[in-house]
């Protein structure tokens, strides 16, 4: 332990945690090693975290396969409560469509035997193959009636993107059964990231924020939230810069609509941050920033911004500290550790 006393006004609640089968991961260094993928973003990071001997994807991979001692005895050292756990990125949407099923259905039955181990520590999101949409549909159904509390999605699938309608079948059933869809971030998609990758800037540094970003804005302006008014989603990283670009977002959209340039823009019932505000709830994964932390609560919502901590790619007790001594009101504290992720995650 590491003799801190962390304060007890409100129940820390870490919302993007992540974890991984050893199976899973033994697959991705197997994948990346066949040199059969085409996928660069794949190998710039399970290249590295999955073979590295390196001393920080040595410990990401232990802790990520650990759910039980390792993992909980870190979450009391931090002051943190309890977990939201999320299969890591990129999930099973780097696989072949079977494969994928397969794994995403494995990786949930092993979650949930881990959240019946430790119920009043963790809850977790079902992994669904979106190279199976209907197939997805089913495996929402399944892991809501098991309890889970909401669908992990790591982003782009082989380049495809949830904008499309074929994977609507997934945000049907998401919005029927009040289940909120955490998107992830991936690496770029091969046709995004070789600018990135040249420079070292693909990964969580800059090229996650980026496409996960993209892809949030492509789901608002396809329309997804005028045909599923109730879905709602959840993302990291202090909202993938979106809401510092709302304004411009709101301006250039309408520009855009009404001079019809693109075919593919088309008018939306409300503005682009509408939705932002409506439909999306915003955790500071990786982002333990107080200002940035302040400017989602003030322009998004008190009521939709919440804590996430990374684990175990950003394990750092410090800012668990920093975050505590925000210069904001306790109970405003309380909504963004515990309140927030009480109601979307309906957990308490
Ligand atoms: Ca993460």
Redesign the pocket.
């Known amino acids: 332990m590491t003799g801190i006393t962390f304060s007890d006004k409100y129940r820390r609640i870490a919302t ?1 945690e ?1 974890w991984a089968p050893q199976e899973m991961m033994d697959m991705y260094r197997d994948l990346y090693e066949s040199g059969k993928l085409d996928d660069p973003g794949f190998s710039s990071l399970w290249g590295f975290y999955g073979s590295s001997n390196e001393p920080r994807p040595v410990t990401v991979r232990r802790k990520l396969a650990d759910l039980d001692d390792e993992r909980l005895h870190d979450m009391d050292a931090a002051g943190i409560d309890f977990a939201v756990l999320a299969l890591t ?1 990129p999930g099973v949407q780097v696989f072949d469509r079977d494969t994928a099923i397969r794994v995403a259905s494995d990786s949930n039955d092993m979650v949930k035997e881990a959240v019946d181990r430790h119920p009043d520590r963790y809850a977790a999101l079902c992994a669904v193959a979106p190279q199976a949409p209907e197939v997805a549909a089913q495996e929402i159904q399944r892991c809501q009636a098991l309890g889970f509390r909401g669908i992990i999605i790591n982003s782009h699938t082989h380049g495809e993107y949830l904008s499309d309608s074929k994977f609507w079948p997934i945000f049907e059933a998401a919005e029927a059964l009040d289940m909120p869809v955490y998107l ?2 991936n690496t770029p998609p091969k046709a995004m990231i070789e600018p990135m990758l040249e420079v070292g800037l693909d990964g969580a540094i800059f090229g996650f924020g980026v496409e996960t970003g993209l892809h949030m804005l492509r789901i608002i302006t396809a329309g997804v939230f005028d045909h599923f008014p109730k879905l709602q989603f959840i993302i ?1 990283h202090m909202g993938e810069a979106l809401p510092y670009w709302m304004y411009r977002l709101d301006f250039m959209h309408n520009a855009q609509v009404t001079s019809k340039r693109y075919e593919a823009l088309k008018p939306l019932k409300k503005k682009v941050s509408d939705y932002l505000k409506e439909n999306v709830y915003i955790t500071c ?2 982002m333990a920033w107080e200002p940035a932390v302040r400017f989602c609560q003030q322009q998004i919502g008190i009521d939709r911004t919440m804590y996430a901590m ?1 684990y175990p ?1 950003q394990y750092v007790l410090q800012e668990v500290i920093d975050l505590d001594n925000m210069a904001i009101p306790d109970a405003e504290k309380k909504m963004f550790y515990q309140d927030v992720a009480e109601k979307v995650f309906k957990l308490s």
């Open positions: 993007e992540a990125s992830h971030p990291g994964s990786g990374d790619y």
